[in-house]
């Protein structure tokens, strides 16, 4: 049950160390938004929320309480069913919306209150008996399984350009999303391709939440990569460290996310894989983000802890899981 609570103390040494770390615009109003109801339902602010997990993960474990996890488990079923959302009808007016939000809405925040607590390296893994109601998927993304590698090749042979092949191999063997992949300079991967490694290591910062981490691409991608710059160096480009890695066609942008989104519908399409009307889903479910799943989906599949996994996808982890 939701508790009245005063306002959040957004100058809480625990909330500026948790959202200091969040850098795209939208995920920091969004997880303001989620620990806003978070408190609302269990009326304590973020220090006493802190104070009692650490308590509580400090105590016998023949009296441990899983607090953490039992008031996820709360706030996940109070989303669901007794969070009364509002409407602005005039100055200082609201009306009732309706009752309870969408499954997949509330699992977002409880995720992202599951990555405030990961800050002070709390974590709490919703698995088992604990896991959360499956939610009803309406547009559900293609993933590769490893008898499907065969799928990602076709959309290799049926990419317009060397520049998108790469693109595509990028995505799907070092799992990075389609803003820090147009993000890379040319200095992020010029030391390893000079030395010709084989796999090639990226480091470089998730834009989404300023995370630093690094991941790897395989021989496949390094080709294509090499075959890319071969061609751009071919029509005059010159590559220095600080030259976007990902240009546009024509000049020497940057090539944009709607750029490589709308490469990726295309793609589909003509590789045979969607539809014009996507499958019947509201977007394409063979884009950027299906790439990124189906890596994640396959290392973990293949035994790599989830830790690892999540670090090479630019998740936010906690101090101890970094180490």
Known sequence: MATKTQDVNWEDPILKRWLGNIVNKSTFYNSKSAFRLYSR????????????????????????????????????????????????????????????????????????????????????????????????????????????????????????????????????????DVSTLCDLNYGDIAE???????????????VKSGVEFYTFVGQDAIDALKAYLADMKSRGVEFTNKTPLFLQERGKKRLKTHNIQAMMKDLAVRAGFVTDGNNGNSFNPLGTHSLRESFSSLMINSGVPDTIVDFWLGHEIGDMAKA
Not at 139 to 159: M, S
Not at 192 to 206: A, G, Y
């Open 41 to 176: 339902f269990t009326g304590r602010t973020a220090s006493q929320l802190i104070d009692e997990a650490i308590e509580d993960s400090r105590s016998d474990p023949r009296d441990k309480k899983d607090v953490v996890l039992h008031r996820l488990i709360g706030f996940y079923k109070w989303l669901r069913n007794e969070y009364v959302q509002k409407k602005t009808v005039g100055k200082g007016k609201t009306q009732k919306v309706k009752k309870g939000i969408l499954g997949l809405s509330a699992e977002m925040r409880v995720n992202v209150i599951r990555g405030f607590y990961s800050t002070f390296d709390i974590t709490v893994r919703l698995k088992g008996k604990h896991r959360l109601p499956k939610s009803r998927v309406k547009n559900k993304r293609i993933v590769f399984k490893p008898e499907d590698v065969w799928k990602v090749k076709a959309l290799v042979d049926h990419a317009r350009t060397p520049r998108d092949r790469a693109i595509i191999l990028f995505h799907f063997q070092g799992g990075l």
């Open 192 to 206: 390893e391709l000079e030395r010709n490694s084989h796999p090639m290591k990226i480091e470089t910062m998730r």
